[in-house]
Each structure stands twice: as C-alpha cells, then as structure tokens.
T-cell receptor, first 114, second 111 residues
Framework: EAQVTQNPRYLITVTGKKLTVTCSQNMNHEYMSWYRQDPGLGLRQIYYSMNVEVTDKGDVPEGYKVSRKEKRNFPLILESPSPNQTSLYFC?????????????FGPGTRLTVT | LAKTTQPISMDSYEGQEVNITCSHNNIATNDYITWYQQFPSQGPRFIIQGYKTKVTNEVASLFIPADRKSSTLSLPRVSLSDTAVYYCLVGYSGGYQKVTFGTGTKLQVIP
C-alpha cells in the first residue's frame, strides 16, 4: 500500500531532550516536507526537500533540523525541544514533474514538550 | 507564492450543494489552484486541482473564472462525513515545494 508513515505517533518529552521524528514513504517520491499544525494557525511548512541531500527552509524552520540521506526517509530533528514546539506534526511527499501541489500526508505525530 | 483568502467557516445542511470561494488576486501565470480536505487529527487529503475554467472529479468540481483571481470549490449534496477543513493553495511546484496552506475554511454539515 502506498503510504507515508511517521513514528512515533504520540510523544511526550521534556524541554531540552533531543528527539527525532521519523518519516518514510514507499512511493519513490522526490519531494518531502514537514509541517506543523497549531490551533488557529493552520498548517505551516517547516522544511522541505527536493531530493537526496537537497533541503530548504519553509516558513518556520527555527528550532528544527532535517536530513535527507535516503530518498524514502526524511527525519525531523529537535535538538533542544521547547514548550512552544508542542504541536501536531505532519510529513508529506509528492512526485517531481507535476505542476500541482498534490502531496501525500502521513498520519501525524502529536508532540508535547513540558 | 500567491496569498489566498477564504471564509473562516461555513455551515450547510445535509444534501445541499456547498460552494467555498477562495480569493487569490496575485496569482501568477504558471500557478495552479489546488484544494485539500482535512479531518480532525488527520493529514490533509488532495481533492482537486485546476488551471482554468472547470474541473470535475468524483468528489468535487472546481470553477475558475477567466481572470483566475478567485476559484470556487463545489461539493455536491454534502453529507455529515464532509465536515472538515478545506484549504485552497495556489502555486507552481516546478522545481521546488515551498507551500503555504493558510488557515482554511471549516465546513460544518448539519443533519
């Protein structure tokens, strides 16, 4: 089944403890993105990647890191999480060569930083 | 990327047709218009996209006037399961994927 998977789905952590949220897609897509969603603010893009080793900042990159060493994986790294990073996070992927924003989203990771 | 403006919320009764309009005055020549649907605590799901005139699929229709400064998503005969947030996006993916979703329109379908 074609899908985007994220792990973990739920995470409660403490301020300053490094964490990684994994994202994997099995559709051989070139493009991958990370978003965060907060009440009243909609979906905001954190980082995106156009292919292996090619990443760029979205609208809210501060406090996050990403890497794209393999085409299928795009982990999101919070090196020193803070309470303002408590949010619902989504990973998405899409194929290159299209003129649209048809992205496939993962199920989401709900992160709480205390 | 062109900025979009949508109503914050809408209510509709079951069985009615719902039209959600998105304003995008600064749309560029190469931009496409894309709509997504999102249920609570789920990732958005692609519904429909178009460039001009009318596009229809099994889920919705998209109407785009000649000046392309707005677009209207039409959902025929909505049911309770259509209660969701609907996002309008405008842009041309080309070689990049910087995306701005905006806050969307929350549609509440009433029995």
């Amino acid at each position: 089944e074609a899908q985007v998977t994220q792990n973990p789905r739920y995470l409660i952590t403490v301020t300053g403890k490094k964490l990684t949220v994994t994202c994997s897609q099995n559709m051989n897509h070139e493009y991958m993105s990370w978003y965060r969603q907060d009440p009243g603010l909609g979906l905001r893009q954190i980082y995106y990647s156009m292919n292996v080793e090619v990443t760029d900042k979205g609208d809210v990159p501060e406090g996050y890191k990403v890497s794209r060493k393999e085409k299928r994986n795009f982990p999101l790294i919070l090196e020193s999480p803070s309470p303002n990073q408590t949010s619902l996070y989504f990973c998405a992927s899409s194929p290159a060569g299209q003129e649209t924003y048809e992205q496939y989203f993962g199920p989401g990771t709900r992160l709480t930083v205390t | 990327l062109a900025k979009t403006t949508q109503p914050i919320s809408m209510d509709s009764y079951e069985g009615q047709e719902v039209n959600i309009t998105c304003s995008h005055n600064n749309i560029a020549t190469n931009d496409y218009i894309t709509w997504y649907q999102q249920f609570p605590s789920q990732g958005p799901r692609f519904i429909i996209q178009g460039y001009k005139t009318k596009v229809t699929n099994e889920v919705a229709s998209l109407f785009i006037p000649a000046d392309r400064k707005s677009s209207t998503l039409s959902l025929p005969r909505v049911s309770l399961s259509d209660t969701a947030v609907y996002y309008c996006l405008v842009g041309y993916s080309g070689g990049y994927q910087k995306v701005t979703f905006g806050t969307g329109t929350k549609l509440q379908v009433i029995p």
